[in-house]
């Protein structure tokens, strides 16, 4: 009796055994299925945060570029720190935070936050276009030129080549205030290659080439641009000075001349056309000229520089000759020679007349200051003469 039940509860544990075999796949399955759903389930609902995460982060960012377009400072920044808060590194709510903070006048943060960008992005033009005019308005002017370099030759997300000709023009424009002109030409040059045929860029380039005193190539400019607009009375008055510092007399006259004529209000270009016109009639070694009328123009540049001695009082010994002759001394000396008869005599004395005249007016110039009328045609002719020698 015992061997049969021991026999009975073996078969049972048997069954109990196989049954169990037969139900174990079907068990992995739906705790495989379980699983499966429930990862689905976590990766939906991370999904849905992250996505929430973004749209609320992206409404704070459209607040802000709304604020910021509106100047409204304090609140763009409120705007995109908050949106930071749902996409920490987002490197564009970044850029425009520190863009809002620099409206605030916040240089310090937002110098932090553009050098940040600036690390993770050195190629950006607009992070480099901001370090630069931070760095210039801290002083730092070799940094600010080092910054401006890299904002022209970096990348642009729209309006490349525009948005790097203003950077240049910036970066020109802290050159020239820190009267650095040898590098301040050499960028104008190469925004010059690069200019399209608009009148109104041409004579800014032509205003930026004067205002670095690259006359030659400051009239270059203006007259491609009076090629397209030729009465323009801003431009011709650019051309005539421009001709005018290059001693170009007939030239600078003919364009000032026109300028005049379109602007009779201009008083500084009425001014310089005046000079000019006393240089060109005033100048004694001009071409096609008789010995009488040589004659009679060192007659008067000589009476002239006279007249200049009389009101200019120098230190004693300025301009003296090896001899320690004063130059009022000399020219008293010179003057019972200089008539009409002995210059035409002899083109030696006329030649010394000027001579001195030439020294009297740069001396006196630098003793009692800029001359004006007569005088400054002399000492312009001088220049022009001491040019002529080489």
Not at 160 to 184: C, D, F, P, V
Not at 281 to 304: H, N, Q
Request: net charge neutral.
């Amino acid at each position: 009796m015992p061997e049969v039940q021991e026999q009975k509860a073996s078969r049972e544990r048997l069954s109990r055994i196989r049954l169990y075999v037969r139900q174990r796949p079907v068990m992995l399955v739906l705790l495989t299925a379980v699983t499966v759903v429930f990862f689905v389930f976590v990766a939906a609902l991370s999904r849905a945060y992250r996505d929430q995460q973004r749209l609320l982060g992206n409404r704070w960012y459209q607040r802000g570029v709304a604020d910021l377009s509106g100047k409204r400072y304090q609140a763009a920044v409120t705007d995109f720190r908050a949106a930071l808060l749902y996409s920490r590194d987002n490197y564009t709510y970044q850029l425009n935070l520190a863009e809002a903070l620099l409206g605030m006048n916040r240089r310090a943060e937002a110098s932090a936050y553009f050098l940040n960008l600036w690390d993770r992005q050195p190629e950006d033009g607009l992070v480099n276009l901001e370090l630069a005019r931070i760095a210039a308005q801290k002083g730092q002017a070799q940094q600010a030129v080092r910054y401006y370099h890299d904002a022209v030759y970096a990348v642009w997300p729209t309006q490349q080549e525009i948005q790097r000709r203003e950077a240049r023009l910036e970066l020109i424009e802290l050159l020239l205030r820190s009267n650095a002109k040898g590098q301040a030409q050499a960028e104008l040059i190469a925004l010059s290659e690069n200019a399209n045929e608009d009148p109104v860029q041409l004579e800014v380039l032509g205003d930026l080439f004067m205002r670095a005193q690259d006359y030659e190539h400051a009239l270059g400019e203006y007259r491609l641009s009076l090629k397209a607009d030729g009465h323009n009375a801003k431009t011709l008055a650019g051309a005539g000075y421009a001709a005018y510092e290059l001693g170009q007399y007939p030239l600078a006259e003919h364009y000032l001349q026109d300028a005049v004529k379109q602007d009779p209000h201009d008083s500084a270009t009425a001014e310089r056309l005046k000079t000019t016109e006393m240089v060109l009639r005033m100048d004694p070694y001009r071409r096609k000229i008789s010995s009488s009328e040589r004659g009679r123009l060192v007659l008067e540049a000589f009476a002239t520089a006279g007249q200049r001695l009389q009101k200019c009082a120098m230190p004693s010994g300025d301009g003296a000759d090896p001899g320690g002759m004063s130059l009022s001394d000399q020219w008293s000396a010179l003057k019972p020679q200089i008539t009409q008869r002995g210059l035409q005599r002899s083109s030696d004395l006329a030649d010394g007349a000027m001579d001195l005249v030439f020294r009297i007016e740069r001396q006196t110039s630098l003793s009692c200051g800029a001359p004006t009328g007569p005088d400054l045609a002399l000492l312009l002719i001088s220049k022009l003469r001491e040019g002529n020698r080489f």
